[in-house]
């Protein structure tokens, strides 16, 4: 009688719900680690070509950029720093992606459905954007620490001051104050609402998209086709806030008075194609990232049950 009653017991809906949740959480942050750690590179490339031509009244910037392109860059940091130097920021990049990507897309699906999509018929749109920019501002507000860290890591070059990434994190605070680990937190949230609304939103649509119409099946080939659509739109839009948020994280205090006066100088010092430093790298760094994220994430999703 005991044994019947025991099997007839039955979890709440809203606990499942809950739990399928925290594990699509653990699933995005699980994908977006094994994606940090391939394209991490081009991340460091990226960052570097970035900053390049910063400080163009200094005696580096006369003699001409360092580096002349993404494979010149990466042959020029692997020679003078070593292989190890385009890794460099890694477990801060790790902890990056199991924070931020736990929160905007382990989160998404659910605030999406808070927003009134479901999923079914034709795809809505305005209820997606509206949850990527929701998450993303979460995730930014909750750790943006962790994206100071890593770009510091991966610009300091030979100049590492860091010996390690908890000793960045207390230094950061020490000589900076807590205003430092979240430096430039405006801008990032802006950036990665964009990312959100351009590589979660696209890679949605185009999924929703083939499915409405019968165009394609819900496996692999699909979820190829959204993420290389995805990472495609996603570096064409974002990379001119990508420039000025790497810029902006990356001076040093009182070098500019706000993230709008980081643009200007931009523009100003270096022409609006400076907008765009870096995008090579950056196309291939969004491309793989999401390539191997998306691919993960959908498959952990179905081992774990929490493709929902």
């Known amino acids: 009688m005991d044994g019947q009653k025991q099997a007839n017991i039955v979890i709440p809906q809203s606990q499942l719900q809950v739990l399928a949740t925290l594990k699509k959480m653990a699933a995005a942050g699980t994908a977006a680690s094994v994606a940090e750690v391939v394209s991490i590179p081009m991340d460091t490339t990226k960052v570097r070509l970035q900053l390049q031509g910063e400080a163009v009244n200094t005696k580096a910037a006369s003699e001409g950029p360092k580096y002349r392109g993404m494979t010149h860059a990466i042959a020029t940091i692997v020679k003078e720093e070593g292989v190890r130097s385009l890794f460099r920021g890694l477990n801060a990049g790790i902890q990056r992606q199991i924070c931020f990507c736990g929160i905007r897309i382990g989160l998404y699906d659910t605030v999406r459905k808070f927003y009134g999509d479901t999923s079914e018929g034709k795809p809505q749109v305005l209820p997606k954007i509206l949850a990527s920019c929701t998450t993303a501002s979460a995730a930014v507000l909750l750790f943006q620490p962790t994206e100071v860290v890593k770009i510091r890591m991966q610009a300091a070059g030979t100049k590492q001051?860091?010996?390690?990434?908890?000793?960045?994190?207390?230094?950061?605070?020490?000589?900076?104050?807590?205003?430092?680990?979240?430096?430039?937190?405006?801008?990032?949230?802006?950036?990665?609402?964009?990312?959100?609304?351009?590589?979660?939103?696209?890679?949605?649509?185009?999924?929703?998209?083939?499915?409405?119409?019968?165009?394609?099946?819900?496996?692999?080939?699909?979820?190829?086709?959204?993420?290389?659509?995805?990472?495609?739109?996603?570096?064409?839009?974002?990379?001119?806030?990508?420039?000025?948020?790497?810029?902006?994280?990356?001076?040093?205090?009182?070098?500019?008075?706000?993230?709008?006066?980081?643009?200007?100088?931009?523009?100003?010092?270096?022409?609006?194609?400076?907008?765009?430093?870096?995008?090579?790298?950056?196309?291939?760094?969004?491309?793989?990232?999401?390539?191997?994220?998306?691919?993960?994430?959908?498959?952990?999703?179905?081992?774990?049950?929490?493709?929902?």
């Open 161 to 308: 001051i860091y010996s390690g990434t908890l000793s960045a994190y207390a230094t950061i605070a020490r000589t900076e104050g807590m205003k430092g680990l979240w430096r430039g937190y405006q801008t990032n949230i802006f950036r990665l609402s964009v990312v959100n609304c351009t590589e979660i939103v696209v890679y949605d649509i185009i999924k929703s998209y083939m499915l409405y119409k019968n165009l394609m099946k819900d496996n692999v080939p699909l979820h190829l086709t959204s993420a290389v659509g995805a990472g495609f739109v996603s570096c064409m839009i974002t990379s001119p806030i990508d420039v000025v948020k790497t810029r902006f994280i990356n001076s040093a205090p009182g070098t500019y008075r706000s993230p709008v006066h980081c643009a200007v100088d931009v523009v100003r010092n270096n022409g609006p194609t400076a907008f765009y430093k870096g995008c090579v790298p950056s196309f291939l760094r969004f491309g793989s990232w999401a390539v191997v994220f998306f691919l993960s994430y959908e498959q952990i999703k179905r081992a774990t049950g929490s493709n929902v």
